[in-house]
Nanobody, 115 residues
Framework: QVQLVESGGGWVQPGGSLRLSCAAS????????MRWYRQGPGKERELVATIGPNGDYTNYEGFVKGRFTISRDNSQNTVYLQMDRLKPEDTAMYYC????????WGQGTQVTVSS
């Protein structure tokens, strides 16, 4: 069955970096767009970044552009989110998602940015 397992979250000081990973299984990963979303405390879930099937297309929401980088390794069925220059407002649970598989979400990985 479809599984998405996020990891790599944690606590970091403002200005720091984290690299999130999402291991996918149960579907043909290399053929699908993948996205990272986040949901902060008391907020709606929001899109963060998108990557095309072979990695040549990427798109970022304005609030992370220039700070976050999405990438993927199709040989490992894994999508990554490199997060640099983190801000307290980046504190959220982060999820990966395949738009073509709308019913499937992982458990998320918590990112906390504070001093």
């Amino acid at each position: 069955q479809v599984q998405l397992v996020e990891s790599g979250g944690g606590w970091v000081q403002p200005g720091g970096s984290l690299r999130l990973s999402c291991a996918a299984s149960g579907f043909t990963f290399r053929t699908l767009f993948m996205r990272w979303y986040r949901q902060g405390p008391g907020k709606e879930r929001e899109l963060v970044a998108t990557i095309g099937p072979n990695g040549d297309y990427t798109n970022y929401e304005g609030f992370v552009k220039g700070r976050f980088t999405i990438s993927r390794d199709n040989s490992q069925n894994t999508v990554y989110l490199q997060m640099d220059r983190l801000k307290p407002e980046d504190t959220a649970m982060y999820y990966c998602h395949a738009p073509r598989l709308p019913d499937y979400w992982g458990q998320g990985t918590q990112v906390t940015v504070s001093s």
